[in-house]
């Protein structure tokens, strides 16, 4: 799978591409690609983004040095899904983390301060996805987290002790995990549930199903 990330900081990515899962698939089910907008951007003096029209503070990214990038790194982009993180958009969970682990490519655009010109998520970006809503000071943050969770699905990338891999969607179907516990089986006067110290695996399986829903319907 391919993602590219556009982002006027791609140096803020660097410890990320050492740390599992990315470190794990990187180079091999991972091709990660940071592209700097000012290395393409039509303006003077490395310029990306403008003060907004109507008055205000913070800076916007700019409509045409994004379109800019785009084009000089894929000419035509074609199917490609562009995605664009604002707190707008769509709230990420794992059904959509699922979705877009589907995808052969994947193009991430992250932006600053006050955010996107509205005509890049209107006309450039297919989609918009949201980490939650809340405001940051940039999208480098949403986008590792996406960028994390996707990379989670990719083959090879997550694999527990006993060595099968990491199976959360096929358990958890898309809701909240269950709680997790390891030892001591007690400390404090707090134990672990009993049915977790049993051996009875179809025990274990309903009864981390039944945490699940719990904790997704909660």
């Known amino acids: 799978m391919q993602i590219d990330v556009f982002t006027p900081l791609p140096h803020a990515f660097a410890w990320m591409t050492e740390q599992r899962p990315i470190a794990t698939v990187l180079g091999a089910e991972l091709d990660l690609r940071l592209w700097n907008y000012r290395d393409f951007t039509p303006l003077g003096g490395g310029q990306v983004d403008d003060e907004p029209y109507g008055g205000g503070a913070g800076m916007v990214l700019r409509v045409d ?58 006309h450039i970006a297919t989609d918009s996805i949201s980490i939650g809503p809340y405001v940051l000071s940039g999208g480098e943050l949403p986008a590792m987290v996406l960028v994390d969770a996707v990379a989670r699905r990719l083959p090879g990338a997550i694999r527990e002790e006993s060595g099968a891999v990491e199976t959360f969607s096929a358990e958890l179907e898309g809701g909240v995990e269950f709680p997790q516990y390891t030892r001591p089986p007690e400390f404090n006067g707090w134990s672990v549930p009993d049915v977790l110290l049993s051996g009875d695996h179809a025990r274990i399986a309903t009864w981390r199903k039944e945490q699940s829903r719990e904790r997704t319907l909660s």
């Open 65 to 122: 040095v994004v379109h800019a990038a785009l084009a000089a790194v894929y000419g035509d982009p074609g199917a490609r899904r562009i995605v664009a993180l604002t707190p707008q958009g769509r709230q990420l969970d794992q059904e959509l983390v699922e979705e877009l682990a589907g995808e052969d490519e994947l193009t991430l655009l992250s932006a600053r301060f006050e955010g996107f010109d509205e005509r890049i998520v209107e």
